[in-house]
C-alpha cells in the first residue's frame, strides 16, 4: 500500500462548511497529488506538491487548496463545501526522482456534501 | 492541454473471452503510459506500465497493452478473463515535456469491465 493513510475514510458534511482532508505517508517521497474520483471523469488532478511548502494547480483546483508543512504530510482543504465537491478523494505519492516512476494510491477518502 | 479517452465505459463479457480496452491520448510529444486497475472497493493499483522500448508491455495477471505511437494508443488487452477481473480500468499518460511535468498523470474516464462466470 505504499505507507499511505487518508483520514477521515468517510465524512458527511453541510454545504458552507469547511472540511479538510489529510493524506500521511510514512517513507518521505517528494511528490504528493491529490486527485477526485467521478463517474465519467475518472480521476482529475486538483493540487499536486513537490516538497514541502512547494505547490500548485492541477486541472480542477477551484474551491480548493492545499498545504504541506511536512513532507509526510499533505493536506487539501475545501473552504467552504459545495455539493459538487461530493466525490472519492484519492492522495498519490511518486517514489524517487525519476521521471519514470509509477504512481501510487491511497485509499481513498469518500465526502459527501449535503 | 493532454486529453485521454477511453472508448469504452461498460464492458460486458464472459469467462475465458477476450478483452481488449481502448485508449489514445492527444498529446503530440514523448510520454509514459499507464493501466491503473480499481477492484470494488479498492484504491487504484498499476496493471503496466510504458516508458521506452519494446511497444508491447505486460503486466500483472496476464494483461499487456501495445504503444501504437502512429495511432497514439495505448490498448490494454487479455487473452481470456476471469471473474476476478471486474473492475474499473483507467488509462493515464504522462508528458515528458522538459522533464519537469512533476509526474503529472492525465486519466481517461475509465471503463467498467464486469466479467460473467
Known amino acids: 500500500d505504499a505507507g499511505i493513510t487518508q483520514s477521515p475514510r468517510h465524512k458527511v458534511t453541510e454545504t458552507g462548511t469547511p472540511v479538510t482532508l489529510r493524506c500521511h505517508q510514512t517513507e518521505n517521497h517528494r511528490y504528493m497529488y491529490w486527485y477526485r474520483q467521478d463517474p465519467g471523469h475518472g480521476l482529475r488532478l486538483i493540487h499536486y506538491?513537490?516538497?514541502?511548502?512547494?505547490?500548485d494547480k492541477g486541472e480542477v483546483s477551484d474551491g480548493y487548496s492545499v498545504s504541506r508543512s511536512k513532507t509526510e504530510d499533505f493536506l487539501l482543504t475545501l473552504e467552504s463545501a459545495t455539493s459538487s465537491q461530493t466525490s472519492v478523494y484519492f492522495c498519490a505519492i511518486k517514489p524517487g526522482q525519476g521521471v519514470e516512476n509509477e504512481q501510487f494510491f491511497g485509499p481513498g477518502t469518500r465526502l459527501t456534501v449535503l | 492541454a493532454q486529453s485521454v479517452s477511453q472508448h469504452n465505459h461498460h464492458v460486458i463479457l464472459s469467462e475465458a473471452a477476450s478483452l481488449e480496452l481502448g485508449c489514445n491520448y492527444s498529446?503530440?510529444?514523448?510520454?509514459?503510459l499507464f493501466w491503473y486497475v480499481q477492484y470494488p472497493g479498492q484504491h487504484l493499483q498499476l496493471l503496466l506500465k510504458y516508458f521506452s522500448g519494446d511497444p508491447l508491455v505486460k503486466g500483472i495477471k496476464g494483461f499487456e497493452a501495445e504503444f501504437i505511437k502512429s495511432k497514439f494508443s495505448f490498448n490494454l488487452r487479455k487473452p481470456s478473463v476471469q471473474w476476478s477481473d471486474t473492475a474499473e480500468y483507467f488509462c493515464?499518460?504522462?508528458?515528458?515535456?522538459?522533464?519537469?511535468?512533476?509526474?503529472?498523470?492525465?486519466f481517461g474516464q475509465g471503463t467498467i469491465l464486469t466479467v460473467h462466470p
Open positions: 493515464a499518460v504522462k508528458e515528458r515535456a522538459g522533464g519537469t511535468s512533476y509526474g503529472k498523470l492525465t
Open positions: 506538491s513537490y516538497g514541502v511548502k512547494d505547490t
Open positions: 498529446y503530440g510529444g514523448t510520454v509514459n
